[in-house]
Structures are given as structure tokens and as C-alpha cells.
């Protein structure tokens, strides 16, 4: 089992910058590949970036790359997206999800353990 929790979320003007956290614990963190996604209300939950187990492969969605970073601190189980030109469209509640599986994955339905999430609120 794998606990994940988020945090870092809030209220910020378009151009800004959030970093958020996601804290693991529970079976061992490097295990596992972590993948950040968001959802709004009335749509399904999309992709946003995910880190491989050695922390030294990265995959962003288009509208997010050159914009937002993934990073994986070992030492302290937790996965951080550094979110920056953030913009009205980023808006949304965003989880992190870990999939028990050596590859990671686009597809939220392949992931196995997922936070609770956290709400980012961007203002034009």
C-alpha cells in the first residue's frame, strides 16, 4: 500500500507560480512512478506530468510543457510539479497518483493509489 498526500494548492493571478507536494509513505517511495493530473467539474480527469522510479525520466502534457517541472526528492518520499505562467486554464483540482508499475502512464485508470487532491484556483 501507498499513501500519497497533496498540498500546495491556493489562489494565485495568472503569470504566477505554485508548487505543489505530493508526501508518500508506505511501500517503498522509489518503487513507484507518480503522475500529477487535474480535473475540473463536468470533465474527466487529464494528465498533467509523471516522473519515472529513478526520477530521471519526465513526460509533461502539451499544454503544460516548458511551463511546469516534475522532481522527486528520495530522501524525503515526496514529489513535487513546480507549477510556473500559470494560467485561467490551469485552474483545477490536482492529485497525485502512483501506479504499481515499472513505467508510467497518460492514463489515470492505470494508476493504483491516488491523494486526495488539492485545489489550484488561477484568477485572470
Known amino acids: 500500500q501507498v499513501q500519497l498526500v497533496e498540498s500546495g494548492g491556493g489562489l494565485v493571478q495568472a503569470g504566477g507560480s505554485l508548487r505543489l507536494s505530493c508526501a508518500t509513505s508506505?511501500?517503498?517511495?522509489?518503487?513507484?512512478?507518480i503522475g500529477w493530473f487535474r480535473q475540473t467539474p463536468g470533465k474527466e480527469r487529464e494528465f498533467v506530468a509523471a516522473i519515472r522510479r529513478t526520477g530521471g525520466s519526465t513526460v509533461y502534457a502539451d499544454s503544460v510543457k516548458g511551463r511546469f517541472t516534475i522532481s522527486r526528492d528520495s530522501a524525503n518520499n515526496t514529489v513535487y510539479l513546480q507549477m510556473d505562467s500559470l494560467k485561467s486554464d490551469d485552474t483545477g483540482v490536482y492529485y497525485c497518483a502512483a501506479r504499481s508499475s515499472p513505467v508510467y502512464s497518460r492514463n489515470p485508470n492505470e494508476y493504483d493509489y491516488w491523494g486526495q487532491g488539492t485545489q489550484v484556483t488561477v484568477s485572470s
Open positions: 508506505g511501500r517503498t517511495f522509489s518503487s513507484y512512478p
